[in-house]
């Protein structure tokens, strides 16, 4: 199955540096219910988010999907997206290294 990187970006980046609306707190708790199912589902490796709160602050997240139509339908079902908090672009990748064991769990 190909992998794929997705970055989103907050629509309005004060969000992270005043702190999120009531509309926007809830938007954002459906993106990580969302994106909690993909990770039980398969499709979700991993996802986190800068910790700046400046305009440049962004979230990755890398998928498995089945092709870019999968990838498609992904990135339009994620509330974060469909409700316009986030704006998202995918890209076809490929991990070339990886080590679980690095990974520090908080």
Known sequence: ???????????????????????EARITAEHFEYLKQLMVDGLLILAGRTLNSDYAAFGIAIFNARDDDHMGQIT???????????RAEW????IALHEPGNCEEE
Do not use: H, N, S
């Open 91 to 94: 890209y076809p990748y490929r």
């Open 76 to 86: 339009e079902a994620d509330p974060g997206v469909a409700q316009k908090l986030f």
């Open 1 to 23: 199955m190909p992998t794929y990187i997705y970055r989103i970006q907050p629509v309005r980046p004060a969000m992270l540096a005043e702190g999120p609306t009531a509309e």
